[in-house]
């Protein structure tokens, strides 16, 4: 299982800087940098809340899920 962030392709589509999310959300730009390299292992429904109102996006636009190698779709 792997969730990929596409926040770089959203900051990019938006024509903004990861400083400047982090002024609007109040999350540090090391954090975001965690969140935006996929080594982050969790992420706050506030912060998550925060992101989309700024970025005027939906959850999915920041992340996607995408089977990694070996797994399969489970079909019962």
């Known amino acids: 299982m792997s969730i990929r ?3 770089d392709r959203v900051l990019l ?3 903004m800087s990861l400083t400047e999310l982090s002024d609007r959300v109040g999350v540090t730009i090391a954090n975001l940098s965690i969140l935006k390299t996929g080594k982050a292992r969790a992420i706050r429904f506030s912060t998550l809340d ?4 700024e970025l005027n996006c939906q959850p999915g636009d920041l992340m996607t899920f995408e ?3 070996g797994e399969g779709h489970d079909e019962d």
Do not use: K, S
């Open 50 to 53: 925060a992101l989309c109102r």
């Open 67 to 69: 089977h990694g190698p």
């Open 5 to 7: 962030v596409n926040l």
């Open 13 to 15: 589509e938006r024509r």
